[in-house]
Structure formats: structure tokens, C-alpha cells
């Protein structure tokens, strides 16, 4: 499996930013119960925060201190995984990565290159 | 959202062990075996050394373990190397089902 991120890398205050995750070689619907598809982001100089992910039936879960700014959506068709967050301020700044996640277990085995996002206040 | 605590770094010589412990809570690394450590090095995707707490994927050297006591866990690297050099992660499952890491160590290998 390899995931292939993309999205706007620079934002205003207040905007919303938006990244989409294309999974390639499999795993998304097969195996459909194995996993979950998760973003984290690190900010420049700090450590990596989990935001949220998304199993295949659409099932969610959000970090509490992102929740009524997030979504995490998925297209089965095109096997992407979305994130949205907004109104972004200049703290939303930072490397977001796309990753897969082993249902059981909880470790994130397969990440994206990540996407790095600048919001300009 | 509260970061598990790790020392910010450590530093060790080639053939030396070091270790890294993450603190968190009852509600995280202390009520569930559900630890995982990430390594970060410059130019590399993010690897999975361990999962579980202790166990290792199979592609990871037997140098790398990890361990739990209490609120918190660690990651033992043995025999040192200069490949080993990045920044290190843990990350616990955390109750309401949400995932928490930890701030990073950054190894320096001397």
C-alpha cells in the first residue's frame, strides 16, 4: 500500500484547509475490517498530534480538541481519504500526513509523504 | 490534548544501549496495551520499531524492545548505531478511542 497526499500548501486565516489521500495498491476495501485512515500533523519545532480517522464504513473519530473544526471523509470509488479542517489560524500550520492504520493493534504502519501547510495570519 | 511525556533527547555511543521512556495516565499508556514507537529519521518514511507495548514487526531488528511499567513504557535500542540517529516517538491508544503521542526524543548518536 502507498499513499499519495495532496492538497493547498499555503492558507489564510479563516480559511479552510483541504487534503486528499489516494490509497494505491490495495488495502482500502479489501480486508475491509483491517483498517483505519488516519491524518496527524506536526508543527514546525513540535512534536506529532493525531487529528482523526476513518474506517471504511465512514466511522470517525476526532482528536476532542480538533472537534467542530474537523472532517474526515472517504470516497470508495476513488479509494482517497479527505481532511478538512477550518477556519484554520496560524497554529494549523504544519506537516499533515495520511496514514494507515492497523485496526487491532493501533499502529500506523504505511504513512504518506506528508503535506506541508502554511497559514499566513 | 495532552502529550504523553518523553525526554526531549538522548544520546549514546555506537555499541552502547539507551532507553526512552513515554509517561502518560491510566487512561492511556497505563490502562491499555496499546503502545506504539515510531522512528523518524531525515529522508526515510516513518518506520514502526514496536506495537502492543513489546512487540516487533517483522522487519525490525531485534535490537530495538520495548516495555511497560505502570504509566509508562520504554524503548530500549541496544547496540547502538549511527543509522539509529532521528527523532523517536511513542504513541498510546487512549480512552474514547483516540490516539495520543508523545512529544519526541531526539537521538544523537556520538
Known amino acids: 500500500v502507498q499513499l499519495e497526499q495532496w492538497g493547498a500548501g499555503l492558507l489564510n486565516a479563516s480559511e479552510t484547509l483541504s487534503l486528499t489521500c489516494a490509497v494505491y495498491?490495495?488495502?482500502?476495501?479489501?480486508?475491509?475490517?483491517?483498517?483505519?485512515w488516519s491524518w496527524v500533523r506536526q508543527p514546525p519545532g513540535k512534536g506529532l498530534e493525531w487529528i482523526g480517522e476513518?474506517?471504511?464504513?465512514?466511522?470517525?473519530n476526532y482528536e476532542p480538541s480538533f472537534k467542530g473544526r474537523v472532517t474526515i471523509s472517504l470516497d470508495m470509488s476513488r479509494t482517497q481519504v479527505s481532511l478538512s479542517l477550518g477556519p484554520v489560524t496560524a497554529a494549523d500550520t504544519a506537516v499533515y500526513y495520511c496514514?494507515?492504520?492497523?485496526?487491532?493493534?493501533?499502529?500506523?504502519?504505511?504513512w504518506g509523504r506528508g503535506t506541508t501547510v502554511t497559514v499566513a495570519s | 490534548q495532552s502529550a504523553l511525556t518523553q525526554s526531549a533527547a538522548v544520546s549514546g555511543s555506537p555499541g552502547q544501549s539507551i532507553t526512552i521512556s513515554c509517561t502518560g495516565t491510566t487512561n492511556d499508556v497505563g490502562g491499555h496495551d496499546l503502545v506504539t514507537w515510531y522512528q523518524f529519521r531525515p529522508g526515510k518514511d516513518p518506520r514502526v520499531l514496536i506495537y502492543e507495548v513489546n512487540k516487533r514487526p517483522s522487519p525490525v531488528y531485534g535490537r530495538f524492545s520495548g516495555s511497560k511499567s505502570g504509566n509508562t513504557a520504554s524503548l530500549t535500542i541496544s547496540g547502538l548505531q549511527a543509522e539509529d540517529e532521528g527523532d523517536y516517538y511513542c504513541c498510546s491508544y487512549s480512552s474514547g478511542a483516540i490516539l495520543v503521542f508523545g512529544g519526541g526524543t531526539k537521538l544523537t548518536v556520538l
Open positions: 496514514t494507515k492504520r492497523v485496526s487491532i493493534s493501533y499502529y500506523m504502519d504505511v
Open positions: 495498491g490495495g488495502g482500502f476495501g479489501g480486508s475491509l475490517s483491517g483498517f483505519w
Open positions: 476513518i474506517n471504511y464504513r465512514g466511522v470517525t
